[in-house]
């Protein structure tokens, strides 16, 4: 347990941004009409950030089916992110890789592969992450639900800055060489872009794309230079 227990407290630095994303997302469920049960309800079920605003955004103009539609597209970005933790859980059982996949958020994703990359990850840390982050965001989004009333303009605290800024500092772990700074700036001008020219959300899948075909390139530019 001493692997579990050293996920869940990697965490804690992470915390006071999914606390504070936690609390804008259960003051804006209560303004499109969720009581704060069933915002905390949506927090336990789903445990994803970006669809659950997503959602909120889209509850009072769309149906179920474009609301669903939406949010897969938009979590997509999980198929990318366990392609490359993949090679790290070879030989774990299936129920072990459901397990931590149901419980993968962004955060817990990022401690977990820079461990694995570091040579120090394990299943057990994984894990431990997952549950970290997991504990914190229904939480705080009941505790946002219940004072959302109070919160008129969420904006008006600049709330609405700590998803993109938690996700700049998670970004940081990763910028370790001259091809994953090139690769970070060539998928985010990618996504910038692309929100300007693509419909919905699929920006976020094509500049992911695009930005790992970018780094695979270049690994193979570097590779090839070498043997040169």
Known sequence: MREFRRGLLATLPLAP??????????????????????????????????????????WEAAGAIPIILTTLVINLRHL???ASVAPHLRGLHPLWKALLALWMSDES?????????????????????????????????????????AIPDPGRYGLDLVFPLAFLGLLTAFLKDRISLVVALGAGGLALLGADLLPGKWYVIVA?????????????????????
């Open 17 to 58: 941004g999914v606390v504070a994303f936690g609390l804008l997302y259960g003051v804006m469920a209560r303004q499109v009409g969720f009581s704060p049960w069933e915002a905390w309800a949506m927090s336990l079920i789903v445990h994803a950030g970006s669809a659950q605003f997503t959602a909120l955004g889209m």
């Open 80 to 82: 990318l992110m366990g």
């Open 109 to 149: 994703y990022a401690l977990a592969i820079a461990e694995y990359e570091r040579g120090r990850g394990s299943h057990w840390y994984f894990l431990g992450a997952n549950v970290g982050i997991y504990l914190a965001w229904p939480t705080s989004g009941l505790l946002g639900a219940l004072v959302g009333t």
């Open 208 to 228: 992911g794309l695009l930005g790992s075909g970018l780094g695979l390139l270049l690994e193979e530019v570097k590779e090839a230079w070498r043997n040169s």
